[in-house]
C-alpha cells in the first residue's frame, strides 16, 4: 500500500466513526491530528528541494503515545480486525515518516516491539491448530484402542482423562 493510500485508508476509518467504536476518545484524537501532521510533512518534503525539513517535537511526541497506545491495545485488549487494520496502517505511516523525517531511535524501537507482538500471535495462532489436530489425533487414537495398546490401559486411560 502507497502513502496516499496508506493515508486515505486512515482518514476514511477515523471519518467514518468507526474508529470511535474500537478505540478511546483521546486515542482516536491523538490519531488523527498524527496522522495530518505526518501526512503533511512528507507532503512538504516531497515538494521541497531542502534536504532536512524540520520536524516538530510535539508530533514526534504524540506519534509516541499513540504507538504506545497501540501495543496496549495490541496486548491488552482483544485485538478485532479494524483494530488491526487501523495500527497496522497507523504504523505503515510513522515508520515512513520516521525512517525519512523523524528519525526517532524510540519510534524505531515502539515499532520493533508491535512487529514482535504481532509475530508471536501468529506464532500462538499456528501453534493453537498443531495443538488442536493433535488432541483431534490422540482422542481418535484412544477411542479406537486397537489391541497393542491392551498393554497400557492405565496409561492410556490417564491421557484420556487429562484431555476430557
Keep these: 500500500m502507497g502513502f496516499n493510500e496508506t493515508v486515505e485508508a486512515l482518514r476514511q476509518m477515523i471519518s467514518s466513526g468507526e474508529a470511535q467504536k474500537h478505540f478511546p476518545k483521546g486515542y482516536v484524537d491523538y ?18 528541494l531542502e534536504d532536512r525539513l524540520q520536524i516538530n517535537p510535539k508530533v514526534v511526541s504524540d506519534v509516541k503515545a499513540v504507538l504506545r497506545d497501540s501495543v496496549n491495545t ?3 485488549e482483544n485485538t478485532n480486525q479494524f483494530r488491526a ?3 497496522q496502517n497507523y504504523v505503515l505511516l510513522a515508520v515512513n515518516w520516521n525512517r525519512n523525517l523523524a528519525q526517532d531511535e524510540e519510534i524505531y524501537r515502539i515499532v520493533q516491539t508491535i512487529d514482535r507482538v504481532k509475530e508471536m500471535h501468529r506464532e500462538t495462532l499456528g501453534l493453537i491448530e498443531v495443538t488442536r489436530q493433535l488432541v483431534g489425533r490422540v482422542k481418535s487414537m484412544l477411542d479406537r ?3 497393542v495398546y491392551n498393554v497400557s490401559r492405565h496409561y492410556l486411560q490417564s491421557i484420556k482423562e487429562r484431555l476430557n
Excluded at 490519531?31 to 521541497?48: F, H, K, P, W
Design 145 to 147: 484402542e486397537p489391541p
Design 31 to 48: 490519531a488523527r491530528r498524527t496522522v495530518e501532521a505526518m501526512a503533511g510533512d512528507i507532503e512538504v518534503a516531497q515538494a521541497s
Design 74 to 76: 495490541i496486548v491488552l
Design 85 to 87: 487494520r487501523f495500527i
